[in-house]
T-cell receptor, first 110, second 115 residues
Framework: RKEVEQDPGPFNVPEGATVAFNCTYS??????FFWYRQDCRKEPKLLMS???SGNEDGRFTAQLNRASQYISLLIRDSKLSDSATYLC???????????FGRGTSLIVHP | DTGVSQDPRHKITKRGQNVTFRCDPI?????LYWYRQTLGQGPEFLTY????????KSRLLSDRFSAERPKGSFSTLEIQRTEQGDSAMYLC?????????????FGEGSRLTVL
């Protein structure tokens, strides 16, 4: 089983839709969680950190479920510019190694 | 530009040749990470440094891969006797963090093609 698993998609949604991605992690000792965004042929960039209490940044909401070992990302009112790959990142156990999932591709169409 | 820079951006080489990639992190960042990314996959961790100390190298893909960060500033990743399977994007990232994991700032990557 991979340390961090994501559904690769693609998720194909119309503008204005709400879409949610999940990411599961295998190591219960993991303590740091993030979502990164990667545009085609570009480097990954931090979208948001994921806190135990959940957090929201505009149209984006991230949540952590430690009991079931997954994190989620909810995007409301999707824009064309949200089209990208969303990468889940978890520290590897108690280490300082950020481990990436394979990413979930989102395509927002008019 | 004060971001992470990588050089070269593109490298085409013949199988069996050695290649070296350089990464210049954001100047005050203490951690430097190397990742490899292939099409349709997320970045795969290779190794990382805290200042000049290489704290994890067991995930380097084979003994043909090595990395250095001699003075705690720039880093190099060398691949000896390249194979076609080494073709990938090699990404460098840096962060400033005393403990835990902070935001990673990535360079634009070095794309390797092995013929």
């Amino acid at each position: 089983r991979k340390e961090v698993e994501q559904d690769p998609g693609p998720f194909n949604v119309p503008e204005g839709a709400t879409v949610a991605f999940n990411c599961t992690y295998s190591n219960s000792a993991s303590q740091s969680f993030f979502w990164y965004r990667q545009d085609c042929r570009k480097e990954p960039k931090l979208l948001m950190s994921v806190y135990s209490s959940g957090n929201e940044d505009g149209r984006f909401t991230a949540q952590l479920n430690r009991a079931s070992q997954y994190i989620s990302l909810l995007i409301r009112d999707s824009k064309l510019s949200d089209s990208a790959t969303y990468l889940c990142v978890v520290n590897s156990g108690g280490s300082y190694i950020p481990t990436f999932g394979r990413g979930t591709s989102l395509i927002v169409h008019p | 530009d004060t971001g992470v820079s990588q050089d070269p951006r593109h490298k085409i080489t013949k199988r069996g040749q050695n290649v070296t990639f350089r990464c210049d992190p954001i100047s005050e960042h203490n951690r430097l990470y190397w990742y490899r990314q292939t099409l349709g996959q997320g970045p795969e961790f290779l190794t990382y440094f805290q200042n000049e100390a290489q704290l994890e190298k067991s995930r380097l893909l084979s003994d043909r891969f090595s990395a250095e960060r001699p003075k705690g500033s720039f880093s190099t990743l060398e691949i000896q006797r390249t194979e076609q399977g080494d073709s990938a994007m090699y990404l460098c990232a840096s962060s400033l963090q005393a403990s835990g994991i902070g935001e990673l700032f990535f360079g634009e990557g070095s794309r390797l093609t092995v013929l």
